[in-house]
């Protein structure tokens, strides 16, 4: 592909997966719109000339916009909400490879591998048989009382089928935890770094997300002290996500009984465990339910679902387990916004949970792949000057501190000062997508999804050290 038909197909795809957004006239970028994954960074660079015209082609006004005399605006509510990073850069990069742009693409957290054939084929019976129709609100009883079983044998909690709560992937089972539970004003305990749509989630409870910043030297967990200090009487709900995203971080047993000891001694404080990494961990580490510590059990909401472990992404099925009365009261906010999940997807469930404790040899040979994808990027990272990394423990993510980078001049781009300038930094001159650390809580990183294969890694990794050497020049790494 030549040099001016990869610009305008980069130019086509920005165009299409760019987020427009109107602004006063006394503070219009070009074409009085901004590409909303780089807002700090990108107007500014586009100005100087220094970014290529592919990844600024958004900046011309928007034809279709006319002016009305209907009152078309947007509700604050919705108008306050962070646009998702990871969605945003995601869409992006698969628009560019569409058009014929080889981008690396490490922004997504969805395995590469397919849905166990066992498990599709459930799915396909389910089309075959008829079994088509709506479902119970609650999800189907054979897949509840399966799920139930999970719990007791996996997680060692007991609940009732009427104590789970089926949904539309585990972000559907999460908001509406949130909203069950949280009162305008009440406090969300969030430590950073994040899974980009908590604090947005708690927004729409109208309660305020409380951020707890960890260190990378302290593998991205909390302290325990941190989280005492921040606890008033409107503390409400405390979110915790183990294995990480993005970190790949994993708490240990006995650190997650620090946190409860604390949580003990705030009677209207609740967790809300998110769990969906559970069985992509790497021994030694080992996974703990929040619920299943000393009197924790009806304080904790824990989620779960099939997106991650079992290569489900796109079935859409997720689920929550916890106090009868919340849990209902959740099954009450779905019956108004979306109803059951998929039928054909619950029968898929059903078919995934049976394939063994853990996944069963089905997900352990996809653990062991991203282990050995995983080993490969720390080692590779670990041989790079000024990059900081702690190794995951689950997951299939690395959050990488490049800023000892920051500061750098990056000739034909400009100043790299922060994790979306260096984002756009790589993908507009070495076309290698990522997600930037700021969309998390963290700025100081850049998180990389290693859910593809070693071949497509070892591109990246290539790519990046070459995109570094450079940067090197310029600053005192």
């Known amino acids: 592909m030549s040099t001016q038909t990869s610009a305008a197909a980069i130019s ?11 602004y006063p006239d006394s503070k219009k970028p070009i074409g009085s719109i901004r590409f909303q994954p780089f807002p700090l960074s990108l107007s500014y660079y586009c100005k100087s000339g220094k970014v290529s015209s592919r990844i600024c082609a958004m900046s011309k006004p928007n034809d279709a916009e006319t002016l009305s005399s209907v009152d078309t605006s947007l509700s604050p509510r ?26 690396v693409r490490l922004a997504a957290g969805e395995p590469d591998f397919d849905t166990p054939k066992v498990v599709a084929e459930a799915g396909i019976n389910a ?29 060692g909690l007991t609940y009732a ?55 990378i030297s302290d593998n991205f967990l909390l302290n325990p002290n941190d989280l005492e200090s921040k606890l008033t009487e409107k503390s409400r709900l405390l979110i915790l996500c183990s294995p990480s995203n993005p970190t790949g971080s994993v708490y240990p047993k006995s650190l997650l009984e620090e946190i409860a000891r604390i949580m003990a001694k705030h009677p209207r404080l609740m967790v809300l465990s998110d769990e969906i990494y559970e069985h992509i961990i790497y021994a ?24 991650k472990a079992f290569a489900m992404t796109g079935w859409r099925l997720g689920y929550l387990a916890g106090p009868k009365h919340i849990v209902a009261a959740c099954s009450k906010l779905q019956g108004q916004v979306s109803s059951g999940a998929s039928s054909i997807s619950q029968k898929a469930g059903v078919a995934a949970l049976g394939l063994g404790k853990a996944g069963g040899e089905t997900v352990a040979e996809m653990v062991k792949a991203y282990r050995e994808r995983r080993d490969f990027l720390v080692k590779s990272f670990r041989e790079m000057e000024g990059v900081k990394i702690s190794e995951p423990q689950g997951a299939f993510y690395l959050f990488i501190d490049f800023s000892a980078y920051y500061g750098s001049e990056a000739e034909g781009f400009g100043l790299i000062n922060d994790s979306s300038s260096l984002a756009l930094y790589f ?20 998180r990389i999804s290693y859910a593809t294969s070693l071949d497509v890694l070892r591109v990246a990794v290539d790519k990046i050290r070459k995109a570094l050497e450079p940067l090197r020049a310029t600053v005192s790494v």
């Open 12 to 22: 086509s795809a920005v165009a299409a997966a760019a987020r427009v957004e109107q």
């Open 78 to 103: 919705v108008k306050s909400l962070k646009p998702s990073k990871t969605m945003v850069i995601t869409d992006l990069a698969a628009t560019l490879v569409q058009s014929g742009v080889p981008v």
């Open 127 to 155: 089309i075959r048989d008829g079994f088509t129709r709506y479902t119970l609100n609650a999800g189907i009883t054979e897949l509840r009382e399966a799920i139930c079983r999970k719990l007791k044998e996996e997680n």
């Open 161 to 215: 089928p009427d104590q789970i709560l089926v949904s539309n992937g585990a972000k559907q089972s999460i908001l509406q935890a949130v909203l069950a539970v949280c009162s305008p004003g009440d406090e969300v305990i969030i430590p950073a770094p994040y899974w980009v749509s908590y604090t947005e989630q708690a927004r729409l409870a109208d309660a305020t997300p409380v951020i707890i910043p960890t260190k």
């Open 284 to 307: 030694p580490a080992t996974h703990t339910s929040f619920a299943s510590l000393p009197d924790m059990y009806e304080r904790t909401l824990t989620v779960n679902g099939f997106s």
């Open 427 to 446: 993908l507009d001159k070495f076309q290698v997508a990522m997600v930037p650390g700021d969309a998390f809580g963290d700025d100081s990183c850049i």
